[in-house]
């Protein structure tokens, strides 16, 4: 892919999934702003991307408000003349179950994930919509947003919220020739070394550079955050103008496509429905194959 025409921003990339996406998008040629909320990271990525021949800037900002959110694509557009992608990236986990979670836990979260996504998506597709020439906004959801997980009440609901806002814009940004698609990655981070199944082999491979058994790669579709990043790069390109509105899944050896939500199974009364009928229906016709929920744990290596 050549992105050698293109200005991205990618939020939260001074390390971990993000980093990943903003080298692999410099790599592809194009001229990336990375932002974090630590200096040092930021100002190490970017020496990153550019000893290896990209072009990079940072802005150090926590993502949230509309301010930060003007701002990066302001420095978009300052330091290299436009803005053609936007990755929002950034977000933080404040796990609790619900009986503990608290108010701040939950506000947390959904400023960053959500609101963050929704500020910077906003303010890229003003800039987008003003040169006329398209763009791509890539968000970032996860399987916790499209079934839910335990201890996650706050960042599942950011995350099935920003799929709902992707598949909103989709439509919204269309005549623009503006996609929006969001990545489902898997993959070795900071995040999903506190799931137990993960945590030893997510540490051999950030401290002793062990790779990952197939057992992940290919059952759970689990892997590095390299392994997630050409499907940015591609979604950046022009090869992926026709591609918009999706929820795309990656990680390891795994591609997947999620599908929308929609109805499964209907049924009709006439003049409407009391609950003794529903109770009668229920078992035999809508609800006699309920849905699941949640994310199946994953098989311990080896077993």
């Not at 404040?94 to 608290?102: A, G, I, Q």
Request: aromatic fraction near 6%.
């Amino acid at each position: 892919m050549d992105l050698s025409n293109k200005v991205a921003v990618v939020t939260g990339s001074g390390q971990g999934l993000g980093l990943a996406y903003a080298t692999a998008l410099a790599a592809a040629g194009a001229a990336v702003v990375v932002n974090d909320v630590d200096a040092a990271s930021a100002d190490r990525a970017v020496r990153q991307i550019t000893a290896a021949g990209g072009r990079a800037v940072a802005e150090v900002v926590p993502v949230g408000g509309t301010e930060a959110a003007e701002a990066l694509v302001s420095r978009a557009v300052d330091a290299f003349g436009r803005l053609d992608v936007m990755v929002t990236n950034a977000g933080i986990l404040r796990d609790r179950v619900l009986w503990k979670m608290s108010d701040d836990d939950f506000d947390s979260v959904v400023d960053v994930h959500l609101r963050g996504t929704f500020t910077c998506a906003r303010a890229a597709a003003v800039r987008m919509r003003e040169q006329g020439e398209g763009g791509r906004i890539i968000t970032a959801c996860s399987p916790a947003g499209q079934r839910g997980n335990f201890g996650q009440t706050n960042y599942a609901a950011a995350k099935a919220g920003i799929a709902a806002m992707t598949r909103t814009w989709a439509m919204e940004l269309a005549k623009a020739g503006i996609t929006a698609n969001a990545l489902v990655p898997v993959a070795a981070t900071g995040m999903t070394r506190t799931i137990p199944a993960f945590a030893a082999h997510v540490d051999a491979l950030e401290t002793r550079g062990e790779p990952l058994p197939d057992q992940l790669r290919k059952g759970e579709g689990f892997g590095t955050p390299e392994d997630v990043a050409g499907l940015v790069v591609y979604l950046a390109s022009d090869a992926a103008s026709d591609v918009t509105g999706q929820c795309i899944g990656i990680g390891g050896d795994k591609l997947a496509l999620w599908s929308h939500p929609q109805e499964v199974n209907s049924a009709y009364t006439e003049g409407g429905w009391s609950a003794d009928a529903i109770a009668a229906a229920w078992p035999v016709s809508v609800g006699r194959e309920p849905q699941t929920y949640g994310i199946p744990a994953p098989k311990p290596v080896g077993a």
